[in-house]
């Protein structure tokens, strides 16, 4: 069975600080897909990153890096030097498949609060 | 370029009437799906839309439905309204093809509907 799991609830930092949210997730599927979503309360969910089951390259875009590991089913967000506006709740999705198109399977979500 | 729109923003209903909530998606996006999000449950997927067919569909009553129109924008229903609907309604598109993997979703800032 498919399953995110977000195991923060909330993590409260303080700006300047490195903060990690985790993502476990299961699947059967050797081909899927994984995504971070960041939710302001605003309420509109914003792609963050897309990483496909075959590409475990870590990237960096900015403050904000991420760590594919299939062999602990792990895909791990990291900000660095944490601002306020990173404030908001991250969404980890899954994705199964080449056919499951828009069926994410979302993560719980882990409430971040960075303040000044 | 413009992106989901949904309509209308906010909505309050009574228990036992029906609802129809729009979505736009990106201007070339044929792909639309929809999720519910509340407190208790998180984020659950309701169905997908693909050039006017329903391709995946979510666990959830038969009183919520959905269609999608030829020009890709798609609305969905739900009937007999229970307490328990209220909840943040979410449409997301993408340019995704079936076969050609999960390119990701663009969101639209949702749709709260509060059931009296």
């Known amino acids: 069975a498919q399953k995110v799991t977000q195991a923060q609830t909330e993590i409260s930092v303080v700006e300047k600080e490195d903060v990690t949210l985790d993502c476990v997730y299961e699947?059967?599927?050797?081909?899927?897909?994984l995504f971070w979503y960041k939710q302001p309360p605003s309420g509109e969910l914003v792609f963050l990153i897309r990483r496909n089951s075959f590409d475990e390259q870590n990237e960096i875009s900015g403050r904000y890096s991420w760590n594919f590991q299939k062999s602990t089913s792990s895909f791990n967000f990291t900000i660095t030097a944490s601002q306020v506006v990173d404030s908001a709740v991250y969404f980890c999705a899954l994705s199964e498949g080449r056919n499951q198109g828009g069926k994410l399977i979302f993560g719980q979500g882990t409430e971040l609060s960075v303040k000044p | 370029k413009a992106g989901v729109t949904q309509t209308p923003r906010y909505l309050i209903k009574t228990r036992g009437q029906q609802v129809t909530l729009s979505c736009s998606p990106i201007?070339?996006?044929?792909?639309v799906s929809w999720y519910q999000q509340t407190p208790g449950q998180g984020l659950q997927f309701l169905f997908e839309?693909?050039?006017?067919?329903?391709?995946n569909k979510g666990n959830f009553p038969g009183r919520f439905s959905g269609r999608q129109f030829s020009n890709s924008r798609s609305e969905m229903n739900v009937s007999t309204l229970e307490l328990g609907d209220s909840a943040l309604y979410l449409c997301?598109?993408?340019?995704?093809?079936?076969?050609?993997?999960?390119?990701?979703?663009?969101f639209g800032s949702g749709t709260r509907l509060t059931v009296v």
């Open positions: 201007s070339g996006h044929r792909s």
């Open positions: 839309y693909f050039s006017e067919t329903q391709r």
């Open positions: 699947t059967r599927d050797t081909t899927y897909y």
């Open positions: 997301a598109s993408s340019l995704e093809s079936p076969g050609q993997g999960n390119y990701g979703y663009t």
